[in-house]
C-alpha cells in the first residue's frame, strides 16, 4: 500500500511563511506528477501547484511569485514553500501523487490526509 503524509502545517501570521512537506511510501516503483491542492471552509477543493518528475512547474495565479513547488526525486517528497501568506491562503493543504506500485501498476492518483494552515493575525 502506498501512503502520502504531509506535515508543516500551523497557524501563521499575514506576512509570514511555512514550509510544507509530502512524502511518499510504501511499494513504489515510480513516482510521477505531484502537486499540491487545498480546501477552504464551503468552498470546492482548488489546485495550487504541481511539479513534474522532470522538475516543470505549475502554479495557480493567485500564489505565483509567493509559493514554490519542489521535490526530492530520491526520497519520494514533494515539497511547498508558502511566503507572504494572506489570510485566503487559510485553508486545508493536501498533497497528491501519481504513483505506480505493487497495487496498481498502472499511473494512480494517490492523496495524503490534509494539513490545516490557517493566516490570521
Known amino acids: 500500500q502506498v501512503q502520502l503524509v504531509e506535515s508543516g502545517g500551523g497557524l501563521v501570521r499575514p506576512g509570514g511563511s511555512l514550509r510544507l512537506s509530502c512524502a511518499a511510501s510504501?511499494?513504489?516503483?515510480?513516482?510521477?506528477?505531484m502537486g499540491w491542492y487545498r480546501q477552504a471552509p464551503g468552498k470546492q477543493r482548488e489546485l495550487v501547484a504541481t511539479?513534474?518528475?522532470?522538475?516543470?512547474?505549475y502554479y495557480t495565479d493567485s500564489v505565483k511569485g509567493r509559493f514554490t513547488i519542489s521535490r526530492d526525486n530520491a526520497k519520494n517528497t514533494v515539497y511547498l514553500q508558502m511566503n507572504t501568506l494572506k489570510p485566503d491562503d487559510t485553508a486545508v493543504y493536501y498533497c497528491?501523487?501519481?504513483?505506480?506500485?505493487?497495487?496498481?501498476?498502472?499511473?494512480?492518483?494517490?492523496w495524503g490526509q490534509g494539513t490545516q494552515v490557517t493566516v490570521s493575525s
Open positions: 510504501g511499494s513504489i516503483f515510480g513516482v510521477y506528477g
Open positions: 497528491l501523487g501519481t504513483v505506480v506500485s505493487s497495487a496498481h501498476t498502472d499511473p494512480y492518483d494517490y
Open positions: 511539479i513534474t518528475s522532470g522538475g516543470s512547474t
